[in-house]
Nanobody
Framework: VQLQASGGGLVQPGGSLRLSCAVS????????MGWFRQAPGKEREFVAA????????RDADSVRGRFTISRDNAKNTVYLQMNRLKPEDTAVYYC??????????????????WGQGTLVTVSS
């Protein structure tokens, strides 16, 4: 499985961006996708995740109500819609994948496949 993230850029506070993650290779309804981010000098942190069929959706407290994970199965693509962006959302965003859901979904070490990262900068 290969993941290709895109859609990052510079946006003003309060603005929106949509990240995409194209998935190539074998997936199934039990395949899980997630988004993590890593700000300079900080550890990689969980943002959002769900199963390929849309179930078991989870998101971090820091983004709840602002970010939404979704997918287009026909395009084999997972999205992260980010609204009301804040300067503290500035980070490199990574998409991740794994077979099966883990109760430790919020730990980056439990994910197997990773995209290359896309930089999101929130600044005026």
């Amino acid at each position: 499985v290969q993941l290709q993230a895109s859609g990052g850029g510079l946006v003003q506070p309060g603005g929106s961006l949509r990240l995409s993650c194209a998935v190539s290779g074998r997936t199934s309804n039990n395949y899980a996708m997630g988004w993590f981010r890593q700000a300079p000098g900080k550890e990689r942190e969980f943002v959002a995740a769900n199963r390929w069929n849309g179930g078991s959706a989870r998101d971090a407290d820091s983004v709840r109500g602002r970010f939404t994970i979704s997918r287009d199965n026909a395009k084999n693509t997972v999205y992260l819609q980010m609204n009301r962006l804040k300067p503290e959302d500035t980070a490199v965003y990574y998409c991740a994948g794994r077979y099966g859901w883990s109760v430790s979904y919020y730990l980056s070490s439990t994910w197997v496949f990773w995209g290359q990262g896309t930089l999101v900068t929130v600044s005026s």
